[in-house]
């Protein structure tokens, strides 16, 4: 790489840092350097394009981090634990950011998929394409995004992985997609990066899988979407519906066709008590965010009764009692059944943030940042990455 282009990317990184990078795990409570077994792009940028092979695991990598060579050993049931941080030197907040992870305007849901692969190692040529399957979500409860959950956490995102699948090597996509900009056609924000893992002691379960690129389209009403509605209400009235399939568990594939109930939430935890175990750069959390309190699947709260599904999902809407969901089995041609996500409650009215325009500079102006959307210029109702809220 030349001296000017490695200038460029380092440029590239120190400004772009609205956004975010996933970029050292840690399985349990064993931790792995900043870059160990992932697959690590060129900068922290997101992608926008649903049908781009990038969408899988990311661009092209970053020297010294290109297709690392190492595939993390894990058992079926483990915890990875995925550190997102806005780049890859940050410690804490900056200019560009509130906090470490993700500035919090970056509002929507974070996801997890896994891919059985026949070599972890090679995750650039065996990433896009099918084989995919959703391992954990977290939309909206209430008025809280994945997001806010995940910011909440230090940026980390803990996803366990099931105990059912078959052993082998498995890329590990974590996921946030920032919705802030969606009202846009196609300026939803995909940020994602795969870890490299192999996995043992796993049973024989082969879930349903999908194609990445092809779980979204870009106007999937969880992706082309006004999470700022006209009555000044920061969520959508209707509930947001989660993009992608629905989350594949084992209790689900040993149902094997039967209804049976499962618990509401699915994979994902974001917990900041885990954030020891993670070795990076040092990760700075809020003060309010030492007082040890965890978020682990908050316990959801019951819709109303008359609740009925958004007019823009196409889901069969599912029966919420006591946090349990009723399960509507699905028959695949693989063994695995699918389960409906659990609704999402239906968001409280909210008081919308006050925003300021122009306080904060916006990203300088670069190849990358070139693509970046920026704040809408009618009424400056459409939060930019770099404008916060006050
Ligand atoms: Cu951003």
Redesign the pocket.
Known sequence: MSVKVLTSLLATLGVAS??TIMQAISVNDKSYPQGAGIYMPADNH?IDDVNSDSLACNGAPVTGFASSSEVIPVKAGDTVTGAWKHDLTATGADEYTDNIA??SP?KGPVMAYMKKVSDAAESPSNAPGDGWFKVAEEGLNGETWGVDTLIDAGGLQSVKIPTCVEDGDYLLRFEII?LHNASLPSSA?FYMECAQLSVSGGASTSPETYSIPGIYSANDPGLFIDIYNSEGQPYPDGGYTIPGPDVFTCDDAAASGEKTTISAETGTTMAPSTASSVVVSPIITDDSDSTGTTKISPPQPTPPADETSSPASSESPTTAASGATEVSTVTSTAAATTVKPTRRPRPTRHPRPTRTHGEKPVHPTTFRTMM?PQPSPVGGEEPG?DVEYV
């Open positions: 609205a956004h997101f993700i500035d970056h920032a924000q970046h990455c």
